[in-house]
């Protein structure tokens, strides 16, 4: 019969493992270890000592617990050289600076209670959406975390009931058909239509879209390269960063009645510039341009007004999952690494619903 473990262990949200075990009615604490085995082992060697007589309590180091907006700046920085998202470092650090800092900037991590952080979501239902506030949320949980990581506190004290609840955004998304995409990609100007085609039928992100270079389109296979994507830097201006994630790099198949657009384009309107973009206007183009260009394209077609650059990657997902895409083949032409995200592509429209119940 195996042994009970002498104390317990838990893995932190860096992906560690650190021990803890009682003495004298205290709590005492391993150093954090890559492997659950590595602490076991040292948990063990504790045990060992004090059956042996030779353990000692170790010192507790005196360590200085800094405010909470010093411990935000730092950990901003630590993400930074992380290598997070640029969009990502934006929005938290704008979601600190406007709705967490402003109320619990000035007290120490060990000062910040489960209330503090009702009121931190409170405060921000008072003036964004819920779906924002949720943000907020996540932000200072994450921000919270780490300082458990790091020791600077002892457990995370963001718990608010239903905060963190998924809502579901206002405005549905829309799946246009085979047929009006391709009246779509008529309808647009000649100079924006590959984007039209890279969106919808490419399964792009408006950002890998902007980001596409001449060398990333190959004419004769009919394919388009993912490994770059625009977005917006510190102080909100447009610039060329890393994908989303690393599922996010891919090439992706165009389809094969469309090749003239690709060949076209790279003929009459990939013009010189700095960065060798395919798309270009005065610098990289902006999700509002683009989704500017296809309302305009959406009226001339007489398609949804409220048309944007996601519903086309959605048309596309969906188109693909009705053509017999597997959840992996979805998975691998959307860039996403999780398959609950790729579900929402494989919905079903009211007249598809008629065709399959006339099967039946």
């Known amino acids: ?95 600190l600076a406007v709705h967490i800092t402003p109320i619990v900037g000035d007290l120490k991590l060990d000062e910040i209670t489960t209330e503090h952080a009702e009121i931190v979501h409170a405060t921000a239902l008072g003036k964004v959406a819920p779906i924002t506030a949720r943000n907020v949320l996540l932000c200072f949980s994450s921000c919270m ?72 389109l190959d004419v004769e296979r009919l394919t388009v390269r993912v490994d770059e994507s625009v977005k917006r830097d510190k102080n909100g201006g447009l610039c060329l960063g890393v994908p989303k994630s690393e599922a996010a790099y891919r090439t992706n198949a165009l389809p094969a009645r469309h090749g003239q657009i690709v060949e076209e384009h790279l003929r009459l309107f990939a013009e010189p510039n700095p960065l060798d973009v395919v798309f270009w206007h005065e610098g990289l183009t902006s999700n509002r341009r683009w989704n500017g260009i296809i309302r305009d394209a959406a009226a001339a077609a007489k398609l949804p007004s409220e048309l944007r650059c996601h519903d086309l990657r959605h048309t ?16 691998e032409r959307a860039g996403h690494a999780d398959a609950d995200t790729v579900m929402v592509y494989q919905h079903s429209s009211a007249q598809r619903d008629r065709e399959l119940i006339d099967r039946v």
């Open 145 to 216: 975390n780490a300082a458990v990581d790091a020791r600077l506190v002892t457990e995370n004290p963001v718990k608010v009931k239903g905060g963190l609840k998924r809502h579901r955004p206002i405005r549905p998304k829309i799946a246009l058909d085979a047929d009006q995409v391709d009246d779509l990609i008529t309808a647009t100007p000649g100079q924006w239509r590959l984007g039209i085609l890279l969106m919808s039928y490419g399964c792009l992100r408006y950002g890998e879209c902007a980001a596409v270079k001449v060398d990333d």
């Open 316 to 331: 596309g997902l969906t188109l693909y999952g009705r053509a017999g895409a597997t959840l992996a083949d979805l998975m």
């Open 1 to 95: 019969m195996a042994r009970a473990l002498f104390g317990s262990i838990r893995r932190t949200k860096s992906g560690n493992y650190i021990g803890r075990y009682r003495v004298g009615g205290k709590d005492y604490y391993t150093a954090t270890m890559r492997t659950k085995t590595e602490v076991r082992d040292l948990l063990a060697q504790i045990r060992t000592e004090m059956i042996q007589g030779q353990w000692t309590p170790p010192l507790r180091k005196t360590r200085h617990t800094p405010t909470f907006a010093t411990w935000a700046d730092e950990w901003i920085t630590a993400q930074e050289k992380a290598g997070l998202s640029v969009n990502t470092i934006r929005a938290y650090t704008s979601l």
